[in-house]
T-cell receptor, first 113, second 114 residues
Framework: SQKIEQNSEALNIQEGKTATLTCNYT??????LQWYRQDPGRGPVFLLL?????KEKRKERLKVTFDTTLKQSLFHITASQPADSATYLC????????????FGKGNQVVVIP | KAGVTQTPRYLIKTRGQQVTLSCSPI?????VSWYQQTPGQGLQFLFE???????NKGNFPGRFSGRQFSNSRSEMNVSTLELGDSALYLC?????????????FGEGSRLTVL
């Protein structure tokens, strides 16, 4: 079955540094991958989508890579700020249906001033 | 434009009761998906509706049901509530066509079952 793995341990990082999160998946070859941000008590907010034929995607201070051989996506926040503190979720199209996403459990980032 | 609106935001029920949650999608969005989020399981897909038809269904018991109205608004219902149903229920809307559409989530309905 489809598995999506994100680090369950929170990432504590000093302000100004680059935070790097990992999303690994198995038993699947998704056509794309998405990243969302979720703040406590709020719904997830879409950040970036990267397709299987794209190696890298950038949006402001965010950068996402997609390695279909390693079955892995890396999510980078450069020049991190305390406002970047949140949980970040990766999502892939579900193995058994379009128009539905399967989410990782998320990785919390804490940016220390 | 207005985002996805979910009501109620918080509710407390007791075991055996039923609950109905409501979701108003972004104007022009025809697809509405529902997810259950718990600390242990993360976000789990419940079902997706498009143009009043259930297009996808997750692996949840029949106590969980939903529907979509002609104006794209959606409701989900959970009958015979169990303690394990306590969760944040999230509704997400999207345009509904194509396979890469981003999801726009509401703030969720926090259900506590006592």
């Amino acid at each position: 079955s489809q598995k999506i793995e994100q680090n369950s341990e929170a990432l504590n990082i000093q302000e100004g540094k680059t935070a790097t999160l990992t999303c690994n998946y198995t038993n699947y070859s998704p056509a794309y991958l998405q990243w969302y941000r979720q703040d406590p008590g709020r719904g997830p907010v879409f950040l970036l989508l990267i397709r299987e034929n794209e190696k890298e995607k950038r949006k402001e201070r965010l950068k996402v890579t997609f390695d279909t051989t390693l079955k892995q996506s890396l999510f980078h926040i450069t020049a991190s700020q305390p406002a970047d503190s949140a949980t970040y979720l990766c999502a892939l199209p579900h193995l058994y249906g379009n128009n539905r996403l399967a989410f990782g459990k998320g990785n919390q980032v804490v940016v220390i001033p | 434009k207005a985002g996805v609106t979910q009501t109620p935001r918080y509710l407390i029920k007791t075991r055996g009761q039923q609950v109905t949650l409501s979701c108003s999608p972004i104007s022009g969005h025809r697809s509405v998906s529902w997810y259950q989020q718990t600390p242990g399981q993360g976000l789990q897909f419940l079902f997706e509706y498009f143009s009043e038809t259930q297009r996808n269904k997750g692996n949840f018991p029949g106590r969980f049901s939903g529907r979509q109205f002609s104006n794209s608004r959606s409701e989900m219902n959970v009958s015979t509530l169990e303690l394990g149903d306590s969760a944040l229920y999230l509704c997400a809307s999207s345009i509904g066509t194509g396979h890469t559409g981003e999801l726009f989530f509401g703030e969720g309905s926090r259900l506590t079952v006592l």
